[in-house]
């Protein structure tokens, strides 16, 4: 019986209730026999290094030699998963089994993250893997709301016009449905509720030959509104792929001609669906290349490892994340609450102009219970290191408005977390851990020692 390895590449920070419901996906699909036992992601070490691989246990398929996650990079609009069923390691000539885009976003959040601006990366993967099975999948941390609103219903309709299917949200097939027509979709989008005055409503209107549809792409002088981005692709992708050839044209955007730039990701969108925009001639665009590729020097690859090897090798785990790239986490309670932290002390006199009430998050807040410790770690590239250092003095407000006041009895540790260069030493003394180039593991002069117990662990189990 033939076996493969399955590989996961991912933007994100790998969860195990995320790849939990990828690998029952898979399984599904393929009718494969499968046991799930208590999940856990293990760097994997060759002679005591980092081999930049991550194993996951617990799952036992007899058509599944290795589950492999490895971080990516995407090239431009990338989705969270790509899904590999081979035994070589993916390159990007080869063609995923699944795309997923992973979201904890409800619309008692937002009306357009959890949806809209997510879209474009769907339709933007088409011009890469046409063929590849389309997933939103809903990692929700809070409860969603009963009554969808009007924005989540049009979205979820669009993206199954598409092709895209949903995991983790249940879906009342009678108001979720793919649209029919494109007469439909002009006449759910009338009917919807207007946005205040003053803001450019998104309206559909057929006129023989052309179909409009207005949306402002203009944000910070450039073309880079990302929910209208999202908004404006999904609904010309469920226009195109219920047979319209005519023209759509983007109206009341409020870009000028030198806005429109080749390598945008919506005018590579508008090329391959024959998008124009009112007024403007639309450039060519520039092949960006591979959809991706693997990550080499971000940061995250630091904070995401020792993020993993403290909650699989230690009792410590993470109480709020904001990995480089990856979607924001909430701030968790003792009692277990999620709840999203504020950017701001005071928005008014921030907007007055007060810059002094930013809230500063770290990238990475892990708590280790049993020396009642806190730890705020800020992640940096190697050559950016006193950056991070200097960074550290600017969490006393994170730590007054929330550690503080939820965790009381608890001692706060401020500390970096480094990636990259060859160095095999670190001798700042905020710095806690450098995973370097080569995959070495070295802990600081002052690494806490939930660091030095989790990497103790790690090697021990290697060994």
């Not at 390159?91 to 959040?109: F, G, L, R, V, W």
């Not at 999202?230 to 759509?248: D, H, M």
């Not at 001692?411 to 480094?418: E, G, P, Q």
Request: with cysteine.
């Amino acid at each position: 019986m033939e076996k493969k390895n399955l590989w996961l590449l991912t933007e994100e920070r790998p969860k195990k209730e995320v790849i939990k419901e990828i690998l029952l996906r898979f399984t599904r699909d393929r009718q494969f026999a499968c046991f799930l036992d208590k999940l856990r992601i293990l760097p994997a070490l060759e002679n005591g290094r980092f081999s930049f691989l991550y194993e996951v246990v617990g799952f036992e398929c007899n058509r599944v030699e290795k589950i492999y996650i490895k971080s990516i990079s995407g090239s431009s609009s990338c989705v969270d998963f790509l899904v590999f069923y081979q035994d070589e390691q993916p390159n990007p000539s080869d063609i995923p089994i699944y795309a997923i885009e992973e979201t904890k976003t409800d619309d008692s959040e937002s009306r357009n993250t959890g949806v809209g601006q997510r879209s474009s990366k769907f339709v933007y993967l088409d011009q890469h893997y046409p063929d590849t099975t389309k997933i939103m999948l809903y990692n929700f941390q809070i409860t969603p709301k009963e009554r969808p609103t009007e924005t989540n219903i049009f979205g979820t309709r669009l993206l199954l016009t598409v092709g895209v299917e949903f995991i983790g949200k249940k879906l009342d097939k009678e108001v979720f449905k793919p649209f029919s027509s494109i007469a439909e979709i002009i006449d759910f989008k009338r009917k919807m509720h207007r946005p205040p005055a003053g803001n450019v409503p998104i309206l559909i209107t057929q006129s023989d030959n052309v179909i409009s549809i207005s949306g402002r792409l203009i944000k910070s002088g450039s073309l880079s509104h990302d929910p209208n981005i999202g908004n404006l692709s999904i609904i010309s992708a469920a226009i195109r792929k219920l047979g319209w050839s005519g023209k759509i044209v983007i109206t009341h955007h409020g870009l000028e001609q030198r806005h429109v730039k080749s390598r945008n990701k919506f005018i590579r969108i508008a090329n391959k669906l024959d998008i124009e925009l009112d007024g403007l001639i639309r450039p060519k665009a520039i092949d960006n290349g591979a959809y991706w590729e693997y990550e080499s020097t971000g940061e995250k690859l630091g904070t995401i490892f020792i993020h993993i090897v403290v909650e699989n090798f230690t009792e410590g785990y993470s109480i709020f994340e904001n990995h480089a790239g990856c979607e924001k986490g909430y701030f968790f309670t003792k009692e277990g609450k999620p709840l999203q932290l504020e950017k701001y002390s005071d928005r008014t006199a921030y907007k007055e102009g007060d810059k002094s009430q930013i809230i500063s998050i770290p990238d990475l807040i892990l708590i280790d219970f049993g020396r009642s410790e806190i730890i705020n770690v800020e992640g940096k590239q190697y050559r950016f290191r006193q950056d991070g250092i200097d960074e550290l003095a600017n969490f006393e407000e994170i730590e007054s408005v929330y550690i503080n006041r939820y965790y009381p009895e608890f001692d706060i540790i401020r500390t970096v977390v480094l990636y990259g260069s060859k160095e095999k030493e670190i001798i700042e003394i905020e710095v806690g851990f450098l995973l370097n180039e080569n995959g070495d593991l070295i802990l600081g002069i002052k690494a806490p020692e939930l660091f030095k117990e989790a990497i103790k662990n790690l090697i021990d189990f290697w060994s």
